[in-house]
């Protein structure tokens, strides 16, 4: 248990911090395979 102290989970803002993280990483691979063009690949995938 001490691990998780040391990593700073007492912190009091630690949830909004993780959603932030999660919400963030979320958008930046949206970001990503948007530019790559494979959002129209899955689509396409899909629709077959």
Do not use: C, K, Q, Y
Not at 2 to 25: D, K, M, Y
Request: glycine residues 12%; negative net charge; aromatic residues 6%.
């Amino acid at each position: 248990m001490e691990t998780l102290f040391h990593a700073g989970l007492e912190h009091p803002n630690t949830l909004w911090i993780a959603v932030s993280a999660v919400v963030a990483f979320a958008l930046g691979v949206g970001v990503g395979a948007a530019r790559l063009g494979l959002g129209s690949a899955l689509r396409d995938a899909v629709d077959d």
